[in-house]
């Protein structure tokens, strides 16, 4: 597609610009929220998002989509939903054969909305196509569509009739991003764009061809040995009472991150320089994904909890 990686590279800065602006004209503010979504497109990642009602995640996603030229599916999460109202199901058709109805997983980005609030055997369904990137229905195995990405929402007010994900699974997210409320200017901004009848069309910026070239052209940068190290010792100080584990983390934790977490802190960096015009990674594009990488991963004990104190405390603490 490009006749280098350098060419690739200077190519994914002026695209990511093109991109920023595309869903600028709908998104206001956020910005570090869409760049590590688009980020972890990019690493072939999936994102968590915790937010409450209202924050406009639905429309981030959909919008996001349409910029990036990628079919979209929203999946509302609901306590009745069956794994085949996610990955399909077979029906017979009128020549009396078994005929496959795709499901909407079959799409490029996958909104699933409230995955918390779906039984464990559906929650199951979904995650089992993030790590497979496909789904096995009466023994005949169908590939999802490249590239393949899912969003799932979560509300962290009304946790009655909820169904949380065990840490097992949230580990199949490289990213938790918690949606904060917009600034006072920012709200003002969103209130105008929303109330004034004024359409607004988003072009598409890239192909699905080219996202899939600029995901292995991600995994090609060179990264020095100093980068590899901070980053697996970042992972290893979490782990309390370890060699390596952090004071903080033999106080404030009772577990800490697994290896996928140090793969994730390198392909993240890796994505982070090549955005920001890097051609290799350095410690600090580790630090940049480094909370939503670990958020979701390491687990506060009661300690931690009684003196209040946050995961982007204990995280800040161990850079």
Request: glycine content about 6%; hydrophobic content about 40%; proline content about 5%.
């Amino acid at each position: 597609m490009y006749n280098t990686d350098i060419d690739g590279a200077k190519a994914l800065v002026e695209q990511y610009e093109r991109l920023r602006n595309e869903i600028g004209k709908v998104i206001v503010g956020q910005h570090d929220i869409i760049h590590h979504t688009v980020l972890s497109i990019f690493c072939q990642g999936h994102v968590l998002l915790v937010g409450v009602p209202g924050l406009a995640k639905t429309l981030l996603v959909n919008t996001i989509g349409k910029a990036l030229g990628l079919t979209f599916s929203r999946i509302q999460f609901t306590p009745d939903l069956m794994p085949s109202d996610i990955v399909g199901t077979e029906i017979l058709d009128e020549s009396r054969q078994f005929k496959f109805i795709k499901g909407p997983v079959f799409a490029n980005i996958v909104l699933a909305d409230e995955i918390n609030r779906t039984p464990p055997k559906t929650q199951a369904a979904l995650l089992e196509a993030m790590q497979e990137k496909s789904i096995t229905v009466s023994g005949k195995t169908y590939r999802l569509q490249e590239p393949f990405f899912v969003l799932a929402t979560q509300n962290p007010i009304e946790q009655e009739g909820t169904y949380p994900l065990p840490e097992a699974q949230l580990d199949r997210f490289m990213f938790n991003l918690t949606l904060d409320y917009p600034s006072y200017e920012e709200e003002i901004d969103i209130v105008k764009n929303t109330t004034a009848g004024k359409e607004t069309t988003v072009n598409a910026v890239l192909s699905p061809e080219e996202i899939v070239y600029f995901q292995q052209l991600v995994r090609r940068v060179p990264v020095s040995d100093n980068v590899y190290e901070y980053a697996v010792n970042l992972v290893a100080k979490t782990r309390p009472h370890t060699a390596k584990a952090h004071d903080w983390a033999n106080r404030y934790l009772s577990w800490g991150a697994g290896p996928r977490a140090s793969q994730y802190l390198i392909i993240g960096a890796k994505a982070n320089a090549l955005m920001t015009g890097k051609y290799s990674p350095d410690i600090e594009d580790v630090q940049r994904v480094a909370a939503p990488i670990l958020r979701h991963r390491i687990i506060r004990n009661y300690t931690a909890e009684a003196e209040g104190i946050s995961i982007e405390a204990i995280i800040d603490a161990l850079k």
